[in-house]
């Protein structure tokens, strides 16, 4: 089994050492910058002894070591920088996707793509328009992020271990993410059962926020430990066939009301993709906060194609 990540930041990087370090598969690490991935990938190979790591890692320049992987994961592209928006990215990461999934089209044709750069939902929308794989191959780290987030600060609230969260965010990755408060539970209880609707509220804008509040703290580059840590949640569950259930950007035709875009849902993953995107029975409040989502990424999509993508 092989893995092939493009962009060996600090999200690559991190993403790579987590597929080997669980054994999953072998990771080509490919960066444009000669030398990066060649020593990122020896440095992590001489963990190999103290970690236990049986896997390889190879670090290139040259694309035609996609040639054989399962999935491409797509971090390439630029960091957000502090007060720059997801939006501010479009432009400057769509010439960046494109063109290097242009490569994964000439040597991974059968490949599933996992995109990372943001902003995600209308990079994943490019890369399948790039691409022309079919839909369900195509997918974004969303969802699988941003859930962890709000599971997490709800723990961190209530002073419990995170893993008795659970919660789920749907929506665009950005401003307009739809957290669920309603079906959360902690510790097998209902959210609104063992806080008040003002910290609730108070802790679905700091999910909104929380890319930012990271982005703040660090003032030159952006958060990698937990989207890393969700990529390969995600990357697990098709390797494995799992047919495990993660909200992830997924192409929508006609669930939730929605179509022709990519946006966070539920969906059920394994070795050919998006198996089955599972419908939550939203009340009106929670659609009308999905449309709106919808309605943003589509204004974006438009943006995109009007800069000639």
């Keep these: ?11 690559g990087s991190m993403i790579a050492l987590r597929t080997v370090a669980k054994n999953l598969a072998d990771v080509s ?18 963990s190999s002894p103290i970690e236990g790591i049986r896997r390889k890692i190879i670090g290139t320049n040259d694309y035609r070591e996609l040639e ?22 479009l432009r400057e990461n769509a010439r960046v996707v494109s063109s290097v999934v242009e490569e ?5 044709p059968q490949a599933i793509v996992l995109m990372v750069t943001n902003p995600l939902d209308e ?7 790039v691409s022309g794989f079919p839909t369900k191959k195509i997918m974004g780290m969303a969802g699988t992020l941003d859930s962890a987030r709000f599971r997490y600060f709800i723990a961190e609230e209530l002073n419990i271990v995170p893993q008795h969260v ?3 965010v749907l929506g665009s990755h950005g401003d307009a993410m739809v957290p669920l408060s309603r079906f959360a539970t902690a ?16 802790i679905v804008e700091r999910t909104k926020d929380a890319g930012t509040e990271i982005v703040s703290y660090l003032k030159s580059g952006s958060a990698f430990f937990a989207p890393s840590a969700a990529a390969v949640e995600m990357l697990e569950a098709i390797l494995t066939n799992e047919s495990k259930i993660v909200p992830v950007s997924a192409y929508v035709q006609g669930q939730y009301g929605l179509r022709d875009l990519f946006i966070g849902v539920p969906a059920k993953l394994g070795k050919n993709g998006v198996e089955e995107i599972i419908e939550l029975d939203l009340d009106s ?19 995109l194609q009007s800069l000639g993508y």
């Design 166 to 168: 659970s919660a789920i």
């Design 68 to 89: 054989g992987s399962k999935v491409v994961v797509v971090t390439a592209g630029f960091p957000r920088k502090p007060g720059m928006t997801r939006l501010d990215l």
């Design 123 to 129: 990079m994943t929308y490019l890369a399948a328009k």
């Design 104 to 108: 994964v089209k000439k040597w991974a």
């Design 187 to 202: 510790n097998g209880k209902n959210l609104s059962d063992v806080l008040s609707t003002e910290v609730i509220d108070r």
């Design 285 to 303: 409040e929670e659609k009308n906060a999905l449309n709106h989502a919808a309605i943003l990424i589509k204004n974006k999509i438009l943006e």
């Design 29 to 46: 690490l490919i960066d444009v910058l000669e030398g990066l991935p060649q020593g990122l990938a020896l440095d992590l190979l001489q």
């Design 1 to 11: 089994m092989k893995v092939s990540v493009i962009g060996a930041g600090k999200v």
